[in-house]
């Protein structure tokens, strides 16, 4: 299930499909396709409005020996609430779409909505409506929708030379507990990850971030997207690792749903916050837009990129 790419697939995908879109000028969507989340805003409101869609696939995101379905339905949330936070957003409600195989019975359905709900009651996201079909294969597609102070979503494209990058968190322990399986005190990090809703608030109000995205593809991936939107490159050290993952796990593992953020350097980031670590890892600059050099070295952009060919 972790597919080793060489990037570029899904970002020249991206690209393509952008340039045949045209956002009405001076219309209500303030942001498309390219971030976290689309940013809608609503006349007279103070909020910008925030959308993200994220499908949960049987045998390309899990596979039914292995993952419970209370576990499958808290991912499939907190996949969508990670971006909300990544924007630095609130959640307001979301909506769930489920393709149910022939394996999923009753029982099984209501395990899965009970791993939804458990984390929808506690970060206030209602679920307010859906649909429903039949299909060879489990998936499902969350939308989460999320509001934010008037301009003030956190996005990718706000990083500027001499930034200081910084992630949340310690990397590679979803890949860890995916290798090993549920008997793993790694596995938690894989199957129920905790979206960063809290962090992603304060990186907007107190540190004002000038950019910002979740960790759901690999470090080495994410941090060329977060760099090819701003228009720079990216010079870091090795991120903090999960102990017992391996230095390349938390380069190009993915799914650890971290906030990966920059901030000017006359910003006083503390070293924790709620208890998570919030490490420097390196500096933004000026050049070749979307290089990443990892202690000097180039860093290929090895996550997870669904449109490569495996
Ligand atoms: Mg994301």
Same mark, same amino acid.
């Given at each position: 299930?972790?597919?080793?790419?060489?990037?570029?697939?899904?970002?020249?995908?991206?690209?393509?499909?952008?340039?045949?879109?045209?956002?009405?000028?001076?219309?209500?969507?303030? =942001?498309?396709?390219?971030?976290?989340?689309?940013?809608?805003?609503?006349?007279?409101?103070?909020?910008?409005? /925030?959308?993200?869609?994220?499908?949960?696939?049987?045998?390309?995101?899990?596979?039914?020996?292995?993952?419970?379905?209370?576990?499958?339905?808290?991912?499939?949330?907190?996949?969508?609430?990670?971006?909300?936070? =990544?924007?630095?957003?609130?959640?307001?409600?979301?909506?769930?779409?489920?393709?149910?195989?022939?394996?999923?019975?009753? =029982?099984?359905?209501?395990?899965?909505?009970?791993?939804?709900?458990?984390?929808? %009651?506690?970060?206030?996201?209602?679920?307010? #409506?859906?649909?429903?079909?039949?299909?060879?294969?489990?998936?499902?597609?969350?939308?989460?929708?999320?509001?934010?102070?008037?301009?003030?979503?956190?996005?990718?494209?706000? %990083?500027?030379?001499?930034?200081?990058?910084?992630?949340?968190?310690?990397?590679?322990?979803?890949?860890?507990?995916?290798?090993?399986?549920?008997?793993?005190?790694?596995?938690?990090?894989?199957?129920?990850?905790?979206?960063?809703?809290?962090?992603?608030?304060?990186?907007?109000?107190?540190?004002?971030?000038?950019?910002?995205?979740?960790?759901?593809?690999?470090?080495?991936?994410?941090?060329?997207?977060?760099?090819?939107?701003? #228009?720079?490159?990216?010079?870091?050290?090795?991120?903090?690792?999960? %102990?017992?993952?391996?230095?390349?796990? %938390?380069?190009?593992?993915?799914?650890?749903?971290?906030?990966?953020?920059?901030?000017?350097?006359?910003?006083?980031?503390?070293?924790?916050? #709620?208890?998570?670590?919030?490490?420097?890892?390196?500096?933004?600059?000026?050049?070749?837009?979307? =290089?990443?050099?990892?202690?000097?070295?180039? /860093?290929?952009?090895?996550?997870?990129?669904?449109?490569?060919?495996?």
């Amino acid at each position: 299930m972790v597919k080793r790419s060489a990037g570029g697939g899904e970002v020249q995908f991206l690209e393509r499909l952008r340039s045949r879109i045209r956002l009405p000028k001076g219309g209500q969507t303030v =942001a498309g396709i390219g971030d976290d989340c689309a940013i809608f805003r609503p006349r007279g409101s103070s909020e910008d409005l /925030l959308f993200t869609t994220d499908l949960l696939l049987e045998n390309v995101h899990f596979t039914r020996e292995t993952h419970r379905p209370e576990e499958l339905g808290w991912k499939a949330l907190a996949r969508g609430l990670s971006d909300i936070a =990544a924007m630095g957003g609130e959640p307001r409600f979301c909506l769930l779409s489920l393709a149910l195989a022939s394996w999923n019975g009753a =029982a099984w359905v209501d395990r899965f909505y009970e791993g939804v709900l458990a984390l929808a %009651a506690r970060e206030s996201t209602p679920l307010v #409506g859906g649909d429903l079909a039949h299909a060879e294969r489990f998936g499902c597609d969350i939308v989460v929708c999320g509001a934010v102070p008037w301009g003030k979503a956190l996005r990718r494209d706000g %990083a500027r030379a001499g930034d200081l990058i910084y992630v949340s968190g310690v990397l590679g322990g979803s890949a860890l507990g995916l290798a090993q399986g549920r008997r793993s005190g790694a596995w938690r990090r894989h199957a129920c990850p905790e979206p960063r809703l809290e962090l992603g608030r304060f990186l907007r109000t107190d540190l004002k971030a000038t950019a910002a995205m979740d960790l759901s593809d690999g470090l080495s991936l994410d941090l060329h997207r977060l760099c090819l939107a701003s #228009g720079l490159r990216a010079r870091i050290e090795m991120p903090p690792v999960f %102990a017992g993952a391996s230095g390349e796990q %938390a380069l190009h593992g993915g799914e650890d749903y971290e906030l990966l953020f920059t901030a000017r350097p006359s910003v006083r980031v503390p070293s924790t916050f #709620g208890g998570l670590p919030l490490t420097r890892i390196g500096t933004m600059h000026r050049g070749r837009p979307g =290089a990443v050099e990892l202690d000097g070295r180039p /860093l290929p952009a090895l996550g997870y990129d669904h449109l490569r060919q495996s």
